[in-house]
């Protein structure tokens, strides 16, 4: 079962705008973490943001801020003054306290174009 | 800069073949993962490695193996390579376990089987 959704193909921003990316996941653990990952055209993975699941506070790393509701299990990322060097492909991602498994599970990405 | 580095960077190679992908973690970081990237799968998780044991597997493939050494440099052997073997290949350490813990990406292998 998909347990990570982004359901935004492709996104156009203008410079110095904000922007929020959604990702919606589905989990029955009560101890979870999540994460943002930036992977520009070059194909490396970047963190971004983290959010744990029992953090009161929403994560803010600079101009990257979570908008976490989780009552609604969404964790949206909102990217403050977008800038060129914003866009690339964007992967929400989460990592369950149980199972045993320390992996990773990745949304199918969502690219964000920044005009200028 | 994620202090992960992989080599090497682009692989190419011919169906039938034996490659071998080389990790080393960042300093002090005891956990390596291994994920694969293809435009059909996406990001898929292969295998973990924590302080030189298998911790965890993913969707490896028989035919892929691999191991993490004393110095915690991890390798991964991809053999009888097959076309849908083409992809992007990740190793990602954290310093400990835990859902907690960040993963920090090298900047991968990029895979191309003829």
């Known amino acids: 079962a998909q347990k990570i959704t982004q359901t935004q193909p492709g996104m156009f921003v203008q410079e110095k705008e904000a922007v929020t990316l959604d990702c919606t996941y589905d989990?029955?653990?009560?101890?979870?973490?999540l994460f943002w990952y930036k992977q520009p055209s070059s194909g490396e993975m970047i963190f971004l943001i983290y959010q744990g699941s029992y953090d009161e506070q929403n994560a803010t790393e600079g101009r990257y801020s979570l908008n976490f509701q989780k009552a609604r299990k969404s964790a949206n990322l909102v990217i403050s003054a977008s800038q060129l060097g914003d866009s690339a492909m964007y992967f929400c991602?989460?990592?369950?306290?149980?199972?045993?498994?320390?992996?990773?599970?990745f949304g199918k990405g969502m690219k964000l174009t920044v005009n200028p | 800069d994620s202090g992960v580095t992989q080599t090497p960077k682009h692989l190419i190679t011919a169906t039938g073949q034996r490659v071998t992908l080389r990790c080393s973690p960042r300093s002090g970081d005891l956990s390596v993962y291994w994920y694969q990237q293809s435009l059909d799968q996406g990001l898929q998780f292969l295998i973990q490695?924590?302080?030189?044991?298998?911790?965890a597997k993913g969707n490896i493939l028989e035919r892929f193996s691999a191991q993490q050494f004393p110095d915690l440099h991890s390798e991964l052997n991809l053999s009888s390579l097959e076309l849908g073997d083409s992809a992007l290949y990740f190793c990602?350490?954290?310093?400990?376990?835990?859902?907690?813990?960040?993963?920090?990406f090298g900047p991968g292998t990029r895979l191309l089987v003829l």
């Open positions: 990602a350490s954290s310093e400990r376990q835990g859902f907690t813990e960040t993963q920090y």
């Open positions: 989990t029955s653990d009560q101890s979870y973490g």
């Open positions: 991602a989460m990592r369950e306290a149980q199972g045993g498994s320390e992996k990773l599970v």
């Open positions: 490695y924590y302080n030189g044991e298998e911790r």
